[in-house]
């Protein structure tokens, strides 16, 4: 009978190396490679990998956060990232999805984004673009194949379930029943290309 062969040991696992600017950098950069992201979401990243190299050399938490922070400043002043310009393209990219406005706030709060660069997107969606939230309850009745894509039998039965949908996603109830009693598809699409006459 043979004898088993002996497993390989596993190695340990390298301890990290201790935190600095340069490394810092290097990780943020790395990421911004790969992800848009917020200064928020970037510092918050940048703790979160770093931690077992802060407990491991037992370094200050406040001084790796301070360190954290003057590099994220550095790289925004570089013009490498700008939260306007990330809330701007969220805020469309959202609206492209058929999201109210309430709820394209909402996630750019989420987002750690303050205030001005909220309110500066929805401006820039609203007054510049023309986006209403009537038209945010087109795209998303299209999505969803809801109202005039329904057959006409089934329509009546499906109603609750779709007002309460659309309500759900920071329409109005107003919106979301004057959406929900268009008859056809073109007069959807009207709304959402500009070519129809319709206000709430």
Same mark, same amino acid.
């Given at each position: 009978?043979?004898?088993?062969?002996?497993?390989?040991?596993?190695?340990?696992?390298?301890?990290?190396?201790?935190?600095?600017?340069?490394?810092?950098? +290097?990780? /943020? =950069?790395?990421? @911004?490679?790969?992800?848009?992201?917020? #200064? %928020?979401?970037?510092?918050?990243?940048?703790?979160?990998?770093?931690?077992?190299?802060?407990?491991?050399?037992?370094?200050?938490?406040?001084?790796?956060?301070?360190?954290?922070?003057?590099?994220?400043?550095?790289?925004?002043?570089?013009?490498?990232?700008?939260?306007?310009?990330?809330?701007?393209?969220?805020?469309?990219?959202?609206?492209?999805?058929?999201?109210?406005?309430?709820?394209?706030?909402?996630?750019?709060?989420?987002?750690?984004?303050?205030?001005?660069?909220? +309110?500066? /997107? =929805?401006?820039? @969606?609203?007054?510049?673009?023309?986006? #209403? %939230?009537?038209?945010?309850?087109?795209?998303?009745?299209?999505?969803?194949?809801?109202?005039?894509?329904?057959?006409?039998?089934?329509?009546?039965?499906?109603?609750?379930?779709?007002?309460?949908?659309?309500?759900?996603?920071?329409?109005?109830?107003?919106?979301?029943?004057?959406?929900?009693?268009?008859?056809?598809?073109?007069?959807?699409?009207?709304?959402?290309?500009?070519?129809?006459?319709?206000?709430?």
């Amino acid at each position: 009978m043979m004898e088993d062969e002996e497993k390989p040991k596993k190695r340990a696992p390298r301890p990290p190396k201790p935190v600095t600017p340069a490394r810092v950098r +290097e990780q /943020a =950069l790395r990421y @911004l490679d790969r992800f848009a992201a917020t #200064t %928020d979401k970037l510092k918050r990243h940048l703790m979160t990998k770093n931690r077992r190299a802060i407990q491991h050399h037992s370094q200050d938490e406040e001084e790796v956060f301070q360190m954290i922070e003057e590099t994220v400043e550095k790289i925004v002043k570089q013009g490498l990232m700008d939260d306007q310009k990330y809330a701007d393209a969220k805020a469309r990219s959202l609206s492209r999805q058929g999201k109210s406005t309430r709820h394209i706030r909402q996630k750019l709060f989420s987002l750690g984004l303050n205030e001005g660069y909220t +309110e500066h /997107a =929805l401006e820039e @969606l609203t007054e510049v673009e023309g986006y #209403t %939230d009537l038209i945010g309850a087109a795209k998303y009745v299209r999505k969803r194949k809801f109202g005039p894509y329904k057959e006409p039998d089934t329509r009546e039965e499906r109603r609750d379930k779709e007002l309460g949908a659309l309500m759900r996603n920071g329409y109005s109830f107003e919106i979301a029943t004057k959406i929900l009693s268009l008859e056809t598809v073109e007069e959807l699409e009207d709304i959402i290309f500009g070519t129809g006459d319709y206000h709430v």
